[in-house]
């Protein structure tokens, strides 16, 4: 009785930057506009950037169409805290990092593997017992994800990420 | 500012003042207590007591709506706020500007689950254009002054001010006067030259141009619909307009083809599909206008005129994008036209009109007249007939009774057509009645009604009867949700699933036991003498005017059909249309 119909498009992964009011409920209205509106979060930081606490930077990742994203920013900047969205991927080059903190339970033979796989990924040792340890590691996305991944064949226990904060190359604010 | 310490109810009715508001919707509850103790012993705000808080908000859309200021809305917490969500929803989706102030269970109780707790800013945040939890009451002037700003600048909306009861209670010597601007929130109204330059170009080399007006116009002020007749009658095109636009453009000029989309005139929908370029004009190519997207008129040239980004390209690509006021570019583009047509003269669109004739003579809201029963349409018509040298405001309720206003009713002026166009709410029409006419007390305020939509918000009858309010209530009793009905006569092989209005209320006697007037009407011939009957009785009317049972709504696209695939009134055995119905 009803006929239904998906577009296929392509999607790409943008890295927004959003400057809002530090104020009470402007991270849930952010989030809470792309859950209402079907769009995707992949990684998402917050914190107030200026010294007085005023403004907070809002960095997002998200995937979608072309179009998708166009209507994310633009629904973005009506938000009435929201001050400026700026769309890194789009913008220019840019640089991305996220921090990672990843607990090993090792052996004797998995603690010299962790110990050298850190190294190479110049991570740091943050914490240290007879049979563990917490690595602190900062990179682009698919760094941490290689990082983790080795990991787990060196006595994985549990890791956490901050999700990715990222700024423009060059003297130019947002 | 400062001066003498005010308790925080204080300092909201004195801001209110401050802002001009003369009359608040509302019904008082435990946490609003102090700001209903602070209304008790002044004079400049007259609050209105409605039946139901859903009532509340659509009273004040009407208001606002009716006289282009913002409607106010005090309600109390909890259920209070919950009940005004659908109002605010309905004021978000049409872009009304309103304040609600709701009560909130006093601060260090927020979040214990306490009697008649709601997470009022949660609930709402989707739903408002902004929202404000108030924690210190040395900022309730500032924000209350804010809000006004927000909710009036920009595109406008809804905006709640959830103030816990305590605030209330404190008291601040920190006050404001006249508009705050929000720190950040800086909406753009003047729109961008280059864009409007292009704009005129190709507007004036366009051979089949079409201007597509919408509720943004009525928003923009008298001064927009100002402009817009200007503009439109200097290029000579035709032009169309949505439901919510009704009355920007007056209806009785030969370049009006009524209004387009699911269920808008053939020579509307034809022209839009058509045209060379089209020129939106604060309007959002709803589904209800587009139809099947990518049948949308396929070959036009887009210009799309709105103060709201997030509008352009949201579901049609557009060529040209001008993010701005309408009448600030209605403006700028005028003064750009005429210097174009100095240059390079005046385009005629002979053929264009030619083929408009030709869609026209289609006579696409014909119906069957009946002697013995009253047609829907035919009532429409009768009720225009017989108020159209009145100073008469119309509001509706949802369904067929809407579409068949919107068909046959004539605006020629802005602000004089309610309606719940984005929301869709049944319920809606009476209590914007009631708030229209609080702002117009001399003016003929009629809601044409369905008889299932009326039961939605019924218990207002309580506060007209209260304020003497000569509300008419122009009911087209067709024992269906005809909408509904409709749609499964159309879409699931008449299979009337819970559609049938069972228990109906006797109007007439419901109108008598609010001391009010009824009328029953169910012939043609009693017809007129019942609309004349209910104009003259000076007072709340309920209008009980039974029509054919089964007629439907047309022209009608179907869902799933492009926009020039209508089904008109004579073709009601029409074949299906390729790929079935839609989910819209």
């Known amino acids: 009785m009803y006929h239904t119909h998906k577009e296929v498009e392509l999607v790409a992964r943008h890295t927004l930057s959003i400057i809002v009011d530090n104020e009470a409920g402007v991270l849930a209205r952010v989030i809470g506009l792309f859950s209402g509106r079907g769009y995707n979060i992949e990684h998402l930081t917050v914190a107030p950037v200026d010294l007085e606490g005023h403004e907070s930077r809002i960095t997002v990742v998200t995937v979608g169409t072309p179009h998708a994203i166009e209507q994310i920013k633009a629904q973005l900047d009506r938000l009435v805290p929201v001050h400026r969205v700026g769309d890194l991927t789009e913008s220019g080059p840019y640089v991305e990092r996220e921090l990672a903190l990843v607990k090993v339970h090792c052996n004797n033979d998995q603690q010299r593997a962790a110990l050298r796989i850190a190294e190479a990924f110049r991570a740091k040792t943050v914490d240290s017992s007879f049979d563990s340890y917490i690595f602190e590691v900062t990179g682009k996305t698919d760094k941490i994800k290689a990082f983790i991944k080795l990991m787990e064949d060196a006595g994985l226990v549990e890791s956490v990420r901050t999700g990715v904060a ?3 190359r060059g003297s130019k604010a947002l | ?300 040239k887009k210009i799309h005129i709105d103060i709201d980004r997030s509008s352009i390209n949201k579901t049609v690509r557009v060529d040209v994008p001008i993010v701005g006021d309408v009448a600030h570019v209605l403006e700028d583009m005028l003064k750009i036209w005429k210097a174009t047509i100095l240059e390079n003269g005046q385009q ?26 009253i047609m829907p349409q035919y009532a429409l018509e009768r009720l225009q007939e017989l108020t159209k040298d009145k100073d008469v405001y119309f509001t509706t309720e949802v369904g067929q009774h809407q579409m068949w206003a919107a068909q046959f009713l004539k605006f020629e002026d802005p602000n004089r057509w309610m309606t719940s166009g984005g929301l869709g709410t049944m319920g809606y029409g009476f209590p914007a009645a009631i708030g229209a006419q609080i702002a117009h007390p001399d003016a003929l305020v009629i809601d044409v009604a369905g008889e299932a939509s009326i039961q939605m918000n019924i218990q207002e009858l309580g506060t007209a009867a209260q304020y003497d309010l000569p509300v008419k209530l122009f009911i087209l009793n067709n024992e269906y949700m005809g909408m509904v009905r409709q749609w499964q006569e159309l879409n699931h092989d008449g299979r009337y699933s819970h559609s049938y209005s069972d228990s109906l209320p006797d109007f007439v006697a419901l109108a008598k036991a609010y001391g009010a007037h009824g009328i029953r009407v169910d012939k043609p011939a009693d017809l007129d003498g019942a609309i004349k009957e209910m104009i003259a009785v000076k007072g709340l009317v309920i209008v009980d005017c039974r029509v054919e049972k089964l007629a439907n709504c047309f022209p009608m696209v179907p869902s799933g059909a492009a926009h020039n695939e209508m089904i008109l009134p004579d073709e009601e055995d029409r074949q299906e249309f390729e790929g079935g119905a839609a989910l819209v």
């Not at chain 2, 005629?348 to 029963?373: G, P």
């Open chain 1, 166 to 168: 990222a700024l423009t």
């Open chain 2, 348 to 373: 005629s669109y002979e053929d264009w009109w030619a083929d408009i004739a030709v869609w026209r003579s289609r006579n696409c809201l014909k119906y069957s007249r009946s002697d013995d029963v």
């Open chain 2, 1 to 300: 500012m400062s001066g003498k310490a005010l308790s925080g109810a204080e300092i909201i009715i004195n801001s209110l003042v401050d802002l001009g508001v003369e009359v608040i919707f509302g019904y008082p509850g435990g946490a609003v207590l102090p700001l209903y103790d602070a209304l008790y012993d002044q004079d400049k705000i007259r609050h209105i007591l409605v039946r139901h808080e859903q009532a509340a908000v659509h009273a004040a859309e009407g208001y606002a709506r009716s006289t282009g200021k913002p409607g106010v809305v005090l309600v109390t917490s909890g259920p209070g706020a919950t009940n005004a969500v659908t109002g605010l929803t309905d004021a978000m989706m049409d872009s009304i500007p309103v304040i609600c102030l709701t009560g909130q269970v006093p601060s260090h109780l927020i979040g214990s689950d306490a009697f008649q707790e709601a997470d009022t800013v949660g609930i709402t945040r989707h739903c408002t254009k902004h929202n404000y939890l108030v924690r210190d009451v040395d900022m309730l002037s500032q924000i209350v002054h804010e809000a006004f700003y927000v909710a009036t600048n920009g595109r406008p909306g809804p905006v709640v001010i959830d103030i816990p009861k305590d605030i209330q209670i404190f008291t601040s010597a920190t006050s404001h006067s006249g508009m705050v601007k929000h720190k950040s929130y800086r909406p753009e109204a003047k729109g961008d030259t280059a864009a409007i330059r292009e704009a005129v170009r190709l507007l004036s080399a366009a051979k089949k141009p079409i201007f597509y007006t919408g509720g943004g116009v009525i928003n923009s002020g008298p001064a927009a619909a100002q402009l817009l007749r200007e503009i439109v009658q200097l290029t000579g095109a035709p032009i169309t307009s949505t439901l919510m636009g009704l009355g920007a453009y007056p209806a009785s000029d030969k370049q009006f083809l009524g209004m387009l989309g699911m269920h808008g005139t053939y020579e509307a929908n034809h022209a839009m599909h058509d045209c060379d370029v089209m020129i939106c004009v604060g309007a959002r190519f709803d589904d209800r206008v587009t139809g099947r997207l990518d049948a949308f008129s396929p070959n036009s």
